[in-house]
Every structure is written in structure tokens, then in C-alpha cells.
């Protein structure tokens, strides 16, 4: 197995960490250094998607990349380009961006305001999904923490889906009723070929 120190992370990455922030000037940085902290024996990489915070969430970003500029780059967004559901502003147009520019086969998502805590996450992630070629995307457990760090809830997946329709594996129309989202958003690895194209209606939506 390739030893992840040297691995040379400006390289065409394995996978595409989209981090989508608005406001996170409090967590941002430990949202970053976890990704940092990956243990993955594949070259990644980090695209910070900003919608022009103006809470120091863009400053934090942009030392984050001066340190480390061979792993993150970091799209700077406006806020005139913020897509509106039902009157509100939403991410999506965020996410749309930052997900266009990625390069990997794989695709991980967390916000800003979440953070991982197992430095294997993507290696495990990613070694599933080669060896289930008939998945598009996983997900993992996640707990709700406040702002320090007090579990609020432990296990968020199992809290929200009802015992009978926990599986291992669910396909598109299970996704639709049986599972609707009801996990972490930083849980989500998926492959980068499923997302592309994405129809003009989904602009208008949120991004569940």
C-alpha cells in the first residue's frame, strides 16, 4: 500500500473534497485540518466554495490555502449568484459551482460547519465503492455536536430512518422513500460521473 506521506497531492486526485461554507468563520478551519488529517493513500484534493461570507470565513480560507496550496483551492462566490427556494437563500448554486470544478472519480461533501473525525473516512469510503461497483455513493454514520463539541445526538442516521427501512445497499426509488436524505451531508461519498449534467430545474431546488 502506497505510504499516504508521499503521496504527491498536486497530482490528478483520487477523489474531490467539495466544502461548501457561508458564515463558518468559528468552525472552518477544524472542518479543513480533518481533511488535512486523512490518512488516505491516494492524492486528494480540497475546494473550499464561498458565498461571500463576510464573518472572516473567507479570510480563514485564503491562509488555509497559502499554507497548503498544493491541496486547496478556493472559488470565491457572490452573493448575487445565490439560488432562492420558496424566498430563501439556499446553497445550491454554491455547490453546483464548486462541484463543476472537481477532478476526481470520487466526490466527498461537508459543509463548513461539520467536521470529520476518522483520518481513514475517505480510504474506507473509497474501497468500498470499488468493490461495489453497483453503488453509486455511501454514507456513514454521523453524530450532532454544538458549537464546543457536545454530542447532541449520537448517531443521526439511525435517529431519523425507522428500523425497517435500514438496508445496506438502497436503490434510486428506496432512496426516494425509504431513506429521503436522512443522513449526514459529511457522511456523502459518491461517484463524480453520477452528478454531472445536472438538469436546469435543479437550480430552483434545494440541494437534498
Request: net charge negative; hydrophobic share 40%.
Amino acid at each position: 500500500m502506497t505510504d499516504p506521506a508521499n503521496i504527491d497531492h498536486r497530482s490528478m486526485p483520487l477523489v474531490s473534497i467539495c466544502v461548501i461554507t457561508y458564515r463558518h468563520a468559528k468552525y472552518i478551519a477544524q472542518c479543513i485540518e480533518a481533511m488535512l488529517a486523512q490518512r488516505a493513500p491516494f492524492p486528494f484534493e480540497i475546494i473550499i466554495g464561498d458565498d461571500d461570507s463576510d464573518d472572516g470565513t473567507r479570510e480563514i480560507c485564503q491562509a488555509l490555502v497559502a499554507a497548503h496550496p498544493e491541496r486547496i483551492r478556493l472559488l470565491l462566490h457572490s452573493r448575487k449568484d445565490v439560488t432562492y427556494v420558496d424566498g430563501r437563500p439556499r446553497g445550491t448554486h454554491n455547490f453546483v459551482a464548486t462541484l463543476a470544478v472537481a477532478r476526481g472519480e470520487f466526490v466527498a461533501i461537508c459543509e463548513g460547519d461539520d467536521y470529520w473525525t476518522d483520518p481513514d473516512k475517505l480510504a474506507m469510503q473509497v474501497n468500498y465503492l470499488r468493490a461495489n461497483e453497483d453503488c453509486v455513493g455511501c454514507f456513514h454514520e454521523a453524530s450532532i455536536v454544538d458549537a464546543v463539541g457536545t454530542e447532541l445526538q449520537p448517531e443521526l442516521y439511525k435517529a431519523h430512518v425507522e428500523p425497517s427501512n435500514r438496508q445496506e445497499k438502497y436503490d434510486r426509488g428506496e432512496c426516494l422513500i425509504k431513506l429521503m436524505s436522512r443522513y449526514a451531508t459529511c457522511s456523502l461519498m459518491f461517484r463524480r460521473v453520477a452528478c454531472q449534467n445536472l438538469p436546469a430545474w435543479y437550480l430552483s431546488r434545494s440541494n437534498d
